[in-house]
């Protein structure tokens, strides 16, 4: 049995100077507050990164190849079965378990899935405990705050407190693309004694082209530490050779040039929400804190953020 460390993880020299050629949805990594399981069709396991081992009992050298059903209870397998039966009959990208006993042993994870390829993904968050929050509950009011507002402004920064109140980050910003790609902060919510961003303005190359693209197809993204290991995809590659596309994945960790950039701005953790408005990138929801190793929001809570909240409402105008 090969027990695989961490630190074999798949981490290209930082280059800031080719970062618009970095396949970014082929890193090959997971963040460590979550580990992925990718399965064929017939769910035969294909790929599995490395600390399913510590999470979730599943030893990566023994199961690929294996069945799904001979790694985890039948139930949990029915479960993820009808999850995605009702997911593709309903044309959601990534359907959602919260707080499953994925091994019947009473540990909690939020679970997310979606489709890769012609791989079935599914990706497993052990559940943050202490917090007992009708999310929803929460979220609707502030929503609603944010509608009432009648211009882009006033509604950017009423959706910056709220997201504020929902995570918990030290400063969020609003972020709305320019014609030639350069961006501006035109609303902003930060902790007392923090230097402001509001008015600032950023060049295009800030935001890779295929980032962008990425963006627009994962619209919600967390980086719960800068300095986190992350843990490598096994294999590497399937037998066409080809390495498996994390572009929807929750945990997929994020390209070493943006982790450099994130700590020269003095951030420890981020969270990111795509704006959308016609099929294309308006801008973005942007919360940072200089608090290192904090996952400070649960996937339910960035669940709502992401589907039913600030999004919607500010590319509405």
């Not at 609303?187 to 082209?209: T, V």
């Amino acid at each position: 049995m090969k027990k695989h460390d961490l630190n074999e993880a798949t981490t290209p020299s930082v280059d800031l100077t080719n970062c618009d050629q970095e396949p970014i949805h082929l890193l090959g990594n997971v963040q460590a507050y979550g580990c992925l399981i990718s399965t064929s069709a017939d769910l035969m396991v294909n790929h599995l990164s490395a600390n399913c081992a510590d999470l979730l009992g599943v030893e990566p050298d023994e199961a690929v190849g294996r069945r799904l059903i001979d790694l985890l209870p039948p139930q949990t397998v029915h479960d993820f079965r009808t999850k995605l039966q009702i997911s593709s009959s309903g044309g959601a990208a990534i359907s959602r378990l919260f707080g499953y006993d994925v091994q019947g042993d009473g540990k909690l994870f939020d679970i997310s899935i979606h489709v890769s390829g012609q791989s079935y993904v599914f990706e497993f968050e052990e559940k943050i405990v202490g917090e007992d929050r009708d999310d929803l509950a929460l979220v609707q009011p502030l929503i609603a705050r944010v509608n009432k507002k009648d211009n882009v402004l006033s509604a950017a920064q009423e959706a910056a407190m709220a997201l504020q109140i929902m995570s918990g980050f030290d400063r969020v910003m609003v972020y709305r693309f320019a014609p030639d790609g350069s961006g501006e902060v035109i609303a902003e919510r930060h902790a007392a004694g923090m230097e402001p961003f509001l008015g600032l303005r950023y060049p295009a190359s800030d935001i890779p082209k295929q980032a962008r693209e990425l963006y627009k197809r994962s619209t919600l993204r967390l980086i719960a530490d800068v300095n986190g290991e992350v843990s490598p995809i096994v294999p590497e590659k399937n037998p066409n050779g080809e390495a498996l596309d994390l572009s929807l994945s929750v945990t997929r960790a994020v390209s070493p040039i943006h982790l450099e950039y994130l700590r020269n701005m003095g951030v420890a953790a981020s969270m990111s929400v795509s704006i959308l408005k016609d099929g294309e990138l308006w801008g973005f929801l942007h919360a940072t804190t200089a608090r290192p190793g904090m996952l400070i929001m649960n996937a339910e809570r960035r669940s709502s953020c992401s589907r039913r909240c600030f999004p919607m409402s500010l590319s509405a105008r």
